[in-house]
């Protein structure tokens, strides 16, 4: 009830709700969220890193040294932890910050009255009573009580399933109903196909019919191949961890070690190779991605897309934006026998005045033209365009006459037509004269003209008009637009296919103007396959025909999206790029939909990336930014798993000979927070030009791989340092420790420079801020042994000699290991021209 209170007080406030009455609306029931938005909370974010169940241990471990009286180590194990967390926290909210950032970029607005005036104002801030004004393209921000409704057509499959869209009509005094059948009112999740519309807000948020349904359905989007990749890669981690873990507490109850100690040994030997970094390695480096495409012109809305963009193999597109200007202008105006005509511009022009679907380009283009007696007609109807009779129309007024003008693609309104304009006035379109019609049609769009047929016939005063009406035309002629190819299109497309992406269009234009356009890009317009083709093939036909052919031609919003699922059904990673209200189911089922920042609302929400310049070279430069985002998040994968798991692998052998802990846990917790700290900067890093001209796959056994064959030849050399520890240097056990921490940091920190790279890494350049962390993390490896403190920390120092001993050996091994690696990855070679 009181839903509706708020709905009519809107309808008596000309000015619209204030400022203060929003801000009391909007405490008193939330953002206007269909469902519980996940908000970033700072306390939260730091408690969770907290509750991780190793940092639990390690800081009861440290109680229970204090108990103990072993205060230094107390302290020691706390302030690593700290670290760690405080370490992770930062760069996980300043990557959280400004993804936030990016994201408010492209945010949906409404149109809403208030305090007198109309404002564009967050969908999210839309409150009860708010009045907002609706026109084609939009989203419909809440539901509403429509006060007014011009020619109104709503899409509501989102809650109905239906395919066709609805009219709307205002009727005022009427009851808020729950039910989208009812004609008076409209809902959230929906959207205008065409028409214009003034609407109470009723119900925001999880009050709307579709929060409903959300809140109840709220689940997370399905999981992308990155996010899988990322989930295995941890429950790999965990089954090494728990098995070291028990492997090592069975053999310190064998061997009658103190319990507590190897009880912290192993849970520090646990959080050394557990990747507690990786959620924010990957948050910094995708994050860092996104800021970097921004630069671009490229607004990513959901970050994972980024690595998903990087992985496409294939894109599809409309050919109108991004293979062309973009900008449309009217050439030519032409009877059906290709005679200019005056009077087939006037119906255009007054067709285009009247319509009130989106003002796409080609009306945009009709419109800019002069048309004089155009501002003597008066609109009365409208039959809003649809994407099966391919053609809208206007019902008009002059002088007490009305007049039915039809304007849309040459084949639907030609059909439509019993007659055609010509000099000695209106006569019969025999089949004769129709095809020679067409055949004007034809010339037009082999020379790459974007065509539009016009008819026109006088009718009856009546209240409603509808499809059926558009019959017996007088085919007036047709409207010729030129949108010739962008200067860069061809270059781009071209280096697109270099980097292993090719290039498919599906468009609703005919196959002529296809055909002329796409062969002066470069594209293989050997064959054409058409929506006509398409509706008579089966799936299994269809994935065949995707992987052949470059050009669709003549289809419809349906066809498109079955062939975004042959292709993925064909283990292709697809981008779609679309803008209008037809291409959001097709933004949703690609692998990445892709639209630009003046596209229709429907068609923005859909996407998971937005262009803010239109064209394939922004887009280009927006797939290889997502391709460096995924290989600098492997380089940190790899090194987890491969000199990483190799140190903890050696530990757990040590302790099996040696009458004392390997490393303190300490030590360990010292050694894992310096190592992280050298890879905190892999998001800054360089990436190989070979690796970026290749679509890249995530594939876990890659790394599982990478694993088995570098974390053995790890745990080799440290072996060979116990051996010269023991037997050369005579080492006790505080030289041992010492001996081994500054070994293992300097050899699992530099082989970063190895693994950063599937080539040769002399000839790779690391990033200045990678290659001052990971030489400053070796540097005071090799001098905590000669500080105050290296006492306190369990480290004595060593022998001239043994680092002699350590800088052969270190040398050694990264040789060793890029020859390993060389046999582990496919050759990555550069190609020719780049």
Not at 188 to 208: I, K
Not at 688 to 693: F, K, R, S, T, V
Not at 752 to 772: D, H, M, Q, Y
């Amino acid at each position: 009830m009181a839903a509706t209170l708020s709905a009519t007080d809107a309808i008596q406030k000309p000015q619209g709700l204030s400022s203060e009455a929003v801000r009391r609306l909007l405490k008193q029931y939330g953002p206007n969220e269909p469902a519980p938005a996940c908000q970033y909370s700072l306390i939260l974010g730091l408690l969770r890193l907290f509750v991780n169940p190793l940092a639990i241990i390690l800081l009861i471990a440290a109680g229970f040294s204090m108990i103990l009286g072993q205060i230094v180590d107390a302290t020691m194990i706390i302030v690593m932890v700290v670290l760690g967390i405080a370490l992770n926290f930062v760069q996980t909210y300043r990557s959280q910050w400004a993804i936030e950032a990016l994201r408010q970029r492209v945010s949906t607005t409404a149109s809403v009255l208030r305090d007198g005036s109309w404002q564009e104002v967050p969908r999210a801030e839309i409150v009860l009573g708010d009045l907002v004004r609706l026109a084609a393209g939009d989203l419909v921000p809440a539901d509403a009580l429509l006060i007014e409704a011009k020619d109104l057509y709503v899409q509501q499959a989102t809650l109905t399933g239906e395919s066709l869209p609805v009219e709307k009509e205002s009727s005022l005094g009427q009851e808020t109903t729950e039910d989208p059948s009812t004609p008076y009112m409209i809902f959230f999740g929906t959207s205008v196909v065409s028409g214009s519309a003034l609407a109470a807000v009723t119900a925001t948020g999880p009050r709307t019919v579709f929060g409903g349904i959300a809140t109840k359905l709220a689940h997370r989007p399905p999981e992308t191949e990155f996010e899988r990749g990322i989930r295995q890669f941890g429950l790999l981690i965990m089954n090494v961890v728990l098995f070291l873990v028990l492997f090592l507490i069975t053999v310190s109850i064998v061997l009658h070690h103190d319990p507590f100690q190897s009880l912290l040994f192993a849970v520090a030997l646990a959080v050394g190779l557990t990747p507690e970094f990786l959620p924010m390695i990957t948050s910094v480096t995708l994050a860092k991605g996104a800021v970097q495409m921004a630069r671009q012109k490229v607004i990513v809305k959901h970050l994972p897309a980024i690595q998903n963009l990087g992985s496409i193999d294939v894109l599809c597109s409309d050919k109108t934006g991004p293979l062309t200007g973009g900008v449309m202008k009217l050439e030519r105006a032409l009877d059906a026998f290709g005679a200019e005509s005056g009077h087939a511009l006037l119906l255009g022009y007054l067709n285009s005045r009247f319509e009130t679907g989106i003002r796409n380009p080609l009306n945009r283009a009709i419109l800019d033209c002069l048309c004089p007696g155009a501002e003597e007609y008066t609109k009365r109807d409208e039959i809003p365009f649809d994407f099966e009779r391919r053609c809208m129309s206007v019902i008009v007024e002059r002088n007490g006459q009305r007049l039915l003008i039809t304007k849309g693609a040459p084949e639907s309104v030609v059909a439509r037509c019993s007659t055609y304009e010509s000099a000695e006035g209106c006569r019969t379109l025999s089949d004769s004269i129709r095809n020679s019609a067409l055949s004007t049609f034809q010339k037009l769009s082999a020379h790459g003209y974007r065509v539009l047929a016009v008819g026109s016939r006088p009718v009856e005063k009546q209240d409603h008009y509808a499809a059926e009406d558009e019959v017996q035309l007088t085919l007036a002629g047709y409207l010729a637009f030129a949108d010739p190819p962008r200067s860069d299109t061809a270059e781009t497309i071209a280096a697109l296919r270099r980097d292993g992406v090719q290039l498919k269009i599906l468009t609703g234009d005919n196959e002529l103007v296809s055909r002329h356009i796409c062969e002066q890009v470069g594209l293989d317009v050997s064959e054409i396959v058409l929506g006509e083709e398409i509706a008579r093939m089966t799936d299994t036909a269809l994935g065949h025909i995707v992987e052949e052919t470059t050009i669709f031609a003549r289809v419809s919003p349906a066809q498109k999206n079955r062939i975004i699922l042959a292709l993925k059904h064909r283990s292709h990673v697809v981008g779609y790029l679309g803008d209008g209200i037809n291409d959001a189911p097709s933004l949703h089922t690609a692998d990445v939909g892709i639209s630009v920042d003046g596209a229709a609302d429907v068609a923005r929400e859909a996407a998971d990336i937005i262009l803010v310049e239109p064209g394939l070279g922004v887009l280009h430069g927006g797939i290889l930014e997502g391709r460096k985002a995924s290989a600098n998040v492997l380089k940190y994968l790899l090194m987890g798993t491969s000199s990483n798991f190799g140190n903890m692998l050696s530990m757990a052998g040590a302790s099996i000979f040696l009458p004392f802990l390997p490393m303190l846990p300490t030590q360990i917790l010292l050694n894992n927070f310096l190592y992280d700290v050298a890879q905190v900067t892999i998001p800054t890093d360089a990436v190989d030009a070979a690796y970026l001209q290749t679509p890249q796959r995530w594939k876990m056994s890659l790394i599982r791989n990478f694993m088995m064959a570098i974390g053995p030849i790890s745990s080799l050399f440290d072996f060979l340092t116990f051996f010269f520890l023991l037997r050369y240097f005579h080492a006790r056990q505080a030289e041992f420790h010492t001996g081994w921490f500054v070994e293992s940091l300097a050899t699992q920190t530099l082989v970063l420079f190895v693994i950063r790279t599937f080539g040769n890494p002399l000839k790779s350049r690391p990033s200045t801020p990678l290659t001052c962390t990971v030489f400053g993390v070796v540097a005071i490896g090799v001098l905590l042994p000669f500080t105050p403190i290296a006492s306190t920390l369990g480290f004595t120092t060593l022998p001239i000699p043994f680092f002699m001993f350590l800088a052969i050996v270190t040398g050694i091994y990264l040789l060793l290991v890029d020859w390993a690696k060389q046999r582990i990855f496919p050759p990555l070679r550069q190609k020719p021209g780049v």
